[in-house]
């Protein structure tokens, strides 16, 4: 899903540009934060590549915190598909289509890997969108399961939380490992890892369809 960006009227200065150069700068940030990382990518490279003063981007922006988080939630939007096609069980296949578009988007899944192993520190200024990151994504994927197990799909002994919380574990695990090796298969490992937690937790009613 691409960002949906307000269109401006009528340009009020010349850094006042419209809403296809304000996604030019955000993907180009992209770019730049994925291969040095938020503190490593400096504002000069990517007005550089955009033909943009600093100040230029500043003005869309307000700061490079700001221009971060807007290249956060627009690789979150890109790669979210929309909750309401996913119920119960449903949602295995949600996170195997994030897995399939990762592989298509390296960039993407080294910006995630980079910026988010930097904001481990409290005073980096995405910590707080990935502490809540963590905590919506583990939610959603949490009561999903407990649609699963409500509709007889999985077992009543998983506990969805935990699980929620080492499927997040894994995949972030193997993502860093495709990074390291891009010869390792991530959608395979992901299918392997699905298929346990189904032959672990699959109702006796399931196991005889």
Same mark, same amino acid.
């Given at each position: ?13 010349? *850094? ?5 150069? =304000? ?10 934060? &994925? ?74 899944? =080294?910006? *995630? ?19 809540? =990151? ?28 935990? &699980? ?28 392997? *890892? ?6 672990? *937790? ?8």
């Amino acid at each position: 899903m691409v960002v949906n960006m307000a269109k401006s009227t009528r340009p009020r200065g010349p *850094y006042a540009g419209t809403a296809e150069r =304000r996604d030019t700068v955000i993907k180009t940030a992209w770019e730049v934060f &994925a291969l040095q990382g938020f503190r490593g990518g400096s504002l000069r490279e990517i007005a550089k590549r955009v033909n943009l003063s600093q100040a230029g981007v500043l003005h869309h922006f307000g700061s490079k915190e700001g221009l971060l988080l807007e290249v956060l939630n627009y690789r979150e939007e890109l790669n979210s598909p929309s909750p309401n096609t996913v119920h119960g069980i449903g949602i295995l296949d949600h996170l195997r289509t994030v897995v399939t578009t990762n592989i298509e988007t390296p960039g993407a899944v =080294r910006l *995630y890997v980079t910026v988010s192993a930097e904001a481990t520190d409290p005073d980096h200024p995405a910590h707080e969108f990935f502490v809540e =990151r963590y905590k919506k994504t583990v939610d959603v994927i949490a009561s999903q399961l407990v649609l699963a197990r409500m509709d007889g799909k999985l077992s009543p002994d998983l506990d969805p939380r935990m &699980a929620a919380e080492e499927m997040i574990a894994f995949l972030d695990g193997i993502q860093l490992q495709w990074l390291l090796n891009p010869a390792f298969d991530m959608l395979a490992a992901y299918d392997r *890892y699905v298929a346990n937690l189904q032959a672990r *937790y699959q109702t006796s009613v399931d196991s005889q369809i």
